[in-house]
């Protein structure tokens, strides 16, 4: 029933648009055909406009009622219960009796008895929801259809629809950019505040200089364990590395084969099968690594007289870096293609041939980019979750052999916030200290990645 409301009002919004568009786009027309007079913008502007002012009393009447509807509704269905029932029930049975009058109103049944009272109050409510819906369609379309004619008569030779319409879409597009900025200010002031309340119970200093990660999940009160970051931070940085070491050789190789080697039929087919790396889901890496890398590694381990864990830094790093290969070889690619053809022919008509003129050329101008790439393909794998949490083990020990299993920040967070938490207690505040250290190390790392690409960055006309 809800998705066939929403439809039924998003297509008389659809055609109270378009009627309105056409309504303004024929009026102009008419009075530049019947009068001659040269009017100060275009028709479409005096289309748009007039669909712009539909648009607004339609929306604010559903935002109205997306505010107030779920209240008048549930107050209405609170007035099918009887009161001697109603004053038996606390709070969250008045809800359970809330949800199940609801639900026999949606048509999709509730298990067990019916009270007496429930079949004709869940009537009740379906009916009271059918006129509610009505109303406010009619009020959308009632709205809409005034805006229209009020709009449509304010169009003459003399109005500025242009210089309107591109205001309001400024202001829309400023809207949006508010909203990217106030969501990324609300992440880190959430992130702060349950941090600060993490460290009144942990010192700051044994969070993050503590060697030890031992969390006291049972509860026990004034006894909160262990939480020093340092294991889980080394494990995080062993993987990365190892993941790195991996990506970039083998991206930066790729990126540039593709641009300089390839023919441009095998470059139009290579790079998209390359790029498909980066749309498999990060969960079926760890699949992989958990099911196929992880034994394999442990076998070589054996022939070679080595003991690897099949859960360990390596393979979580090895399985990392091939899902990185796509991301690093994109970036060094385009930065590769951006270096002015002038260079390479001047250094050819030296003499270079053309893998001294990559070495001694094309890298170094292409240098503060392919750098810049590798920065943000790093701040990729530190914040990886999926992989390291089937491939790297969940060991919190500090250790710096990669062989044996490890754990991450990434990983602790999803430990620390898995069952039912009251986030008034260290054991899940936790969480967001991780999560804020996890977000100033990516901060930095990105800042600096910008840093390099603006001050090395080459300037060519």
Not at 9 to 36: C, D, E, H, P
Not at 79 to 95: E, G, Y
Not at 216 to 238: F, K
Not at 422 to 435: H, M, R
């Amino acid at each position: 029933m809800t998705q066939l409301n929403s439809f039924i009002i998003a297509a008389l919004l659809i055609v109270l648009l378009g009627f309105a568009y056409q309504s303004g786009w024929a009026r102009s027309r008419k009075l530049v055909t019947a009068n001659g007079v040269k009017i100060h913008s275009r028709s479409q502007y005096h289309g748009a406009l007039v669909a712009i002012w539909v648009l607004i009393p339609a929306l604010l009447i559903l935002g109205l009622w997306a505010f107030f509807g779920p209240n008048i509704t549930r107050a209405f269905t609170v007035t099918q219960i009887p009161a001697d029932v109603v004053a038996t029930l606390d709070q969250p049975a008045l809800n359970a009796a809330i949800q199940r009058l609801q639900a026999l109103a949606s048509g999709y049944g509730v298990s067990g008895d019916l009270a007496p009272y429930e079949q004709g109050a869940g009537a009740a409510l379906r009916n009271f929801q059918l006129v509610t819906f009505l109303i406010v369609l009619a009020a959308v379309a009632v709205a809409g259809i005034l805006a229209l004619l009020f709009a449509r008569s304010r169009i003459d030779a003399r109005l500025r629809a242009r210089t309107h319409v591109e205001r309001i879409i400024n202001l829309l597009l400023l809207a949006c950019s508010a909203v990217a900025i106030l969501t990324t200010v609300g992440i880190v002031a959430s992130l702060l505040t349950e941090a600060l309340r993490f460290f009144t119970f942990i010192s700051p200093f044994d969070f993050f200089f503590g060697t030890v990660w031992q969390p006291n999940n049972s509860g026990t009160a004034g006894n909160y364990g262990s939480y020093g970051i340092l294991p889980l931070l080394s494990g995080t940085l062993m993987i990365t590395a190892i993941a790195m070491l991996v990506a970039v050789p083998i991206g930066l190789m790729a990126a540039i084969y593709l641009s300089q080697y390839a023919h441009h039929r095998l470059r139009a087919f290579a790079k998209p099968i390359i790029e498909i790396l980066a749309g498999i889901p990060t969960i079926v890496f760890g699949f992989l690594a958990l099911v196929t890398v992880g034994p394999f590694l442990r076998d070589v381990g054996n022939l070679v007289g080595l003991d690897i864990s099949a859960t360990s830094a390596l393979t979580a790093g090895i399985v990392m870096g091939i899902m990185i290969i796509p991301f690093v070889s994109s970036l060094s690619d385009d930065i590769l293609n951006q270096v002015p053809r002038t260079l390479r022919d001047g250094a050819y008509g030296l003499g270079a041939t053309k893998s001294e003129t990559i070495r001694n050329v094309l890298l170094p101008a292409a240098l503060p980019g392919i750098v810049g790439a590798f920065l943000l393909a790093v701040s990729r794998a530190i914040g990886e979750t999926m992989i390291v949490v089937l491939a790297a083990g969940n060991s919190p020990v500090l250790r710096g052999n990669p062989f044996e299993p490890v754990a991450t920040i990434t990983v602790s967070i999803v430990n620390q916030l898995t069952g039912d938490t009251d986030f008034a207690g260290p054991q899940s505040l936790v969480a967001f200290a991780l999560g804020l250290t996890l977000f100033v190390i990516t901060l930095l790392l990105n800042v600096f990645a910008l840093y390099i690409v603006r001050r090395f960055r080459e300037q060519y006309e």
